[in-house]
């Protein structure tokens, strides 16, 4: 992980907030008797306050901090220097290549409650959308690629289709609903030759990371174990592999078998209720999907 070094101007008689790559530094000194400046003071990710107190008498310097920061301790305070400088580390961006296989079988429908609350595809849409918003989408960062199956298997969009998280947000929620049987193994397999495809935006620097969503089990039952394989084919080929079950039809054993060593629970292979549920689930998968990762390109 790269550190940023980050300068910011000390005056006498006012205090400066600077913003350089969303990481702010507040100074603030004799600040009972000073102004500070707080107007770019709006969207940082981590806040170094040197010196704490009142402002005014009334307000404190964490409250200055707005709720979009992390007031931290500062490293170290402010002399009389004219100009200061410390070391901070970046954000983590991770480099992801990301490709969702998503179930679209009739059982999701079928499962619809009786009373027409919602409509299970649409919230799994949804919960696929609100995921994606959680990277950062660029050639530098994370890309995101989709595969529909239930009989008939699809690449909905590869990893270079887009390279603007909206316009894989909108996609996402325009994908048709199928119905039909679940082709579980040839969905891993147009993931392994199609979603992870140099040709097709699949990058050497990045880590491969294939999600599969479904609310049940591989139709007909025979293609239980050939998804099994595929998805040791799609390990072998360097992806780490999670799987999301939805609902208590979902076969847990399968699950796990198809997950990503240690494959455990809740953070190869996850349960979720029902789909409503899922919204709740979208920190915990984020965490999943990047796990090591960071540590991984810091050593790089």
Not at 111 to 137: R, Y
Not at 267 to 277: A, G, K, L, M
Request: hydrophobic letters at 40%.
């Amino acid at each position: 992980m790269e550190q940023k070094k980050v300068c910011v101007l000390f005056l006498f008689r006012y205090k400066v907030v600077r913003k350089l790559s969303d990481i702010c530094v507040l100074v603030v000194h004799n600040i009972t008797q000073s102004k500070v400046v707080v107007d770019t003071f709006t969207i940082a990710r981590s806040v170094w306050l040197a010196g704490l107190g009142e402002l005014h008498g009334t307000s404190t310097a964490g409250e200055i901090a707005s709720t979009q920061c992390q007031v931290m301790s500062s490293p170290q305070l402010i002399s009389s220097a004219d100009t200061f400088c410390l070391f901070t580390e970046e954000p983590c961006e991770p480099n992801v290549d990301l490709c969702l296989i998503i179930d679209s079988s009739g059982s999701i429908r079928y499962n619809n409650p009786a009373n027409g609350s919602h409509d299970n595809w649409h919230l799994q849409l949804e919960f696929l959308s609100n995921f994606v918003k959680t990277f950062t989408i660029s050639s530098h960062a994370s890309r995101i690629g989709a595969v529909l199956f239930s009989e008939q298997v699809n690449l909905m969009f590869a990893l270079n289709t887009f390279n603007n998280k909206n316009n894989i947000t909108d996609a996402i929620l325009n994908i048709p609903y199928l119905g039909g049987s679940t082709n579980t193994p040839e969905a891993m397999r147009v993931a392994r030759t199609q979603c992870f495809n140099p040709n097709n935006g699949d990058r050497k620097f990045a880590q491969n990371v294939a999600i599969l969503i479904t609310d049940g089990i591989p139709f007909p039952t025979n293609r239980r174990q050939p998804a099994i394989e595929e998805a040791r084919r799609l390990q072998d080929a360097g992806v780490r592999m999670i799987s999301i079950g939805i609902t208590h039809a979902v076969d847990l054993n399968f699950l796990k078998e198809i997950s990503s060593p240690p494959q455990s629970l809740g953070t190869d292979f996850f349960t979720v209720p029902n789909f409503p549920s899922l919204q709740d689930f979208i920190p915990e998968l984020h965490n999943a999907s990047v796990t090591g990762l960071c540590a991984t390109e810091e050593g790089m």
